[in-house]
């Protein structure tokens, strides 16, 4: 199995910054992709940024030229650095892991992080 551990979530004023850190340890083998996906109160679960092992980025139009995401492929870590941040950001952010196992794909999340955006 594979363990995701998040974390720096908390309460920020709007045009402040964070950053989250999701750190990947067990049966990982071969990690294809890793990011975040976001769930504010009474929405779907959406993307916010993942990237690649190659370090192919992709980020939600809601969130480009803020957020920043990384990963140190050493420590099978990803990071999401959050700027500029507003309070529609406000949301529990969910680290995500696709996990490549031969021809089989499976995925993983975090049980989140709180990320709270003051007006």
């Known amino acids: 199995q594979v363990q995701l551990v998040e974390s720096g979530g908390g309460l920020v004023q709007a045009g402040g910054s964070l950053r989250l850190s999701c750190a990947a340890s067990?049966?990982?083998?071969?990690?294809?992709?890793m990011g975040w996906y976001r769930q504010a109160p009474g929405k779907q679960r959406e993307l916010a940024a993942t990237i690649t092992s190659g370090g192919a980025t992709n980020y939600a139009d809601s969130v480009k030229d803020r957020f920043t995401i990384s990963r140190d492929n050493a420590k099978n870590t990803v990071y999401l650095q959050m700027n500029s941040l507003k309070p529609e950001d406000t949301a529990v952010y969910y680290c995500?892991?696709?996990?490549?196992?031969?021809?089989?794909?499976?995925?993983?999340w975090g049980q989140g992080t709180q990320v709270t955006v003051s007006s």
């Open positions: 067990g049966s990982i083998f071969k990690i294809n992709i």
């Open positions: 995500y892991l696709r996990r490549k196992v031969g021809w089989v794909e499976s995925d993983y």
